[in-house]
């Protein structure tokens, strides 16, 4: 072997020794931060766990960064909690903390895309229209581009009795909506009052329109009494037992 040849070999073998060892402080070094993608995992994890649990599984949650050029120490145990007054589903920041062995924190952003059915008119209708079935269709919508108390359900909107009016395509909604008319003002009705043992009922006449659930005024057609009472589903008027005189009042 000549000398040039045998330059060349130790040459050779001192590039190959720096290489390992390149390689090796590079894999320590790596080692030594904590992986972008668990702290992401961190953040993710923490954002569904705050989800009602029957949107866990269709949420879909991104998480942004951390960025490649920051670099945080290797942690024991990584936190995570929600940072600022943001709500559950769209945009949200969420703070990623480490307690041990070294303290840091950081910020990344969080989107929820969470799909859910919801009820939409599917032509324009107007205030006063009874819902039917065929005027509201189901389809999947994010959670976060819904109005609060958004239907889910047509079965839900059947029946009721459209407050104001609604567009084509428009989202339903519950304070869209109230119970059809089960009293009418001059109505006959039935007075009802209930209490531990026993069960009052008198006739009365309602002074005013009502749907279930609202309370109207109505005269006690045998005292002469105007008494204040809640409608319920039968369109009977649940009222105080003080609203009866018992010598009139039956008791089936």
């Not at 407050?163 to 909506?177: C, D, I, K």
């Amino acid at each position: 072997m000549t000398a040039s040849n045998r330059v060349a070999n130790v040459l050779m073998r001192l590039l190959l020794a720096a290489a390992v060892l390149c390689g090796t402080l590079g894999a320590a070094h790596a080692e030594a931060f904590e992986p972008a993608s668990t702290i992401r995992a961190a953040a993710a994890r923490y954002v569904r766990e705050q989800l009602p649990p029957a949107l866990r599984p269709a949420a879909r949650i991104r998480v942004q960064g951390p960025s490649a050029a920051l670099h945080f120490p290797r942690c024991a145990r990584l936190l995570a909690q929600a940072f600022g007054a943001s709500g559950l589903f769209g945009t949200q920041t969420v703070q990623v903390r480490c307690a041990a062995p070294q303290r840091w924190s950081l910020y990344v952003p969080v989107q929820v895309d969470t799909p859910r059915g919801a009820v939409l008119a599917l032509h324009a209708l107007s205030a006063g229209h009874v819902l039917r079935a065929s005027d509201l269709t189901v389809v999947q919508r994010n959670v976060s581009s819904l109005p609060a108390g958004t239907l889910g359900d047509v079965r839900e909107g059947v029946g009721q009795v459209l407050r104001y009016s609604v567009a084509a395509g428009q989202a339903v909604t519950r304070t869209m909506l109230r119970g059809p008319r089960l009293v009418h003002d001059g109505q006959t009705v039935s007075l009802v009052a209930v209490g531990p043992g026993f069960r009052l009922a008198a006739l009365g006449v309602a002074l005013q329109d009502g749907s279930q659930g609202q309370v109207v005024m109505a005269r006690n057609v045998q005292s002469g009494r105007v008494v204040r009472g809640v409608i319920d589903a039968q369109g009977e008027v649940l009222v105080e037992a003080g609203g009866f005189d018992s010598r009139l009042a039956s008791n089936p």
